[in-house]
């Protein structure tokens, strides 16, 4: 398997615009995860999903974010409109559940540099 | 909630043996990962504790006690392509997802 693919592997843009990062995560896992790390801040959780389903969203940082699922090969984050404070690099993960310790595979992030 | 505290960084020498503590608080215990991360890459997965003792994978070893809070990330025979960031992460009962610390920058120089 490919392991987790995310696209772009970096992207520029301007305050105020809208940002969509991608995600395909290993096939037959049936979690996938969307994290945010910052040199402040670590390695945060935003959002997961459990077969499409989003369950927990509580760290999703404000409704400029959101993420959706549309099946299982697939998922998304957006931020509109962007701002300098989201620049970050973005993980996704995935996992199968009660496989292997239910290990996180990432993929290789995007950087976000929001002008 | 969890709290996870891990050294910022460490410096070691190629060849020697290092020791990362992860101390951590949590309502419940349901596991704890390593993970390492290389500068611009992504964290990949290195040892899961469940039980209290040692778990050995080659040179990377990992403990754990559960009464105590703790565990440790112990690299034997260090290389210089050791040098990376280890995350310690958490997982409570109950849930399934781990919560990761801030990570423990390891430098190793000649």
């Known amino acids: 398997d490919a392991g987790v693919i995310q696209s772009p592997r970096h992207e520029v843009t301007e305050m105020g615009q809208e940002v969509t990062l991608r995600c395909k995560p290993i096939?037959?896992?049936?979690?996938l995860f969307w994290y945010r790390q910052t040199m402040m801040r670590g390695l945060e959780l935003l959002i997961y999903?459990?077969?499409?389903?989003?369950?927990?969203d509580s760290g999703m940082p404000e409704d400029r974010f959101s993420a959706k699922m549309p099946n299982a090969s697939f998922s998304t984050l957006k931020i509109q409109p962007s701002e300098p404070r989201d620049s970050a690099v973005y993980f996704c993960?995935?996992?199968?559940?009660?496989?292997?310790?239910?290990?996180?595979?990432f993929g290789a992030g995007t950087r976000l540099s929001v002008l | 909630g969890q709290n996870i505290d891990q050294p910022t960084e460490m410096t070691a020498t190629e060849g020697a043996i290092v020791q990362i503590n992860c101390t951590y608080q949590?309502?419940?215990?349901?596991?704890l990962f390593w993970y390492q991360q290389h500068a611009g890459e992504a964290p990949t997965f290195l040892s899961y504790?469940?039980?209290?003792g040692l778990e050995e994978k080659g040179r990377f070893s990992s403990f754990l006690s559960r009464s105590k809070g703790y565990s440790y990330l112990l690299l034997k025979e260090l290389q210089m392509k050791d040098s990376a960031s280890y995350l310690c992460?958490?997982?409570?009962?109950?849930?399934?997802?781990?919560?990761f610390g801030r990570g423990t920058s390891l430098i190793v120089h000649p």
């Open positions: 504790n469940v039980l209290d």
């Open positions: 999903f459990n077969n499409n389903v989003p369950i927990d």
């Open positions: 096939s037959g896992h049936d979690y």
């Open positions: 993960a995935s996992s199968q559940q009660g496989i292997s310790k239910n290990i996180q595979y």
């Open positions: 949590t309502s419940g215990f349901n596991g």
């Open positions: 992460a958490v997982r409570r009962d109950g849930s399934y997802i781990p919560t």
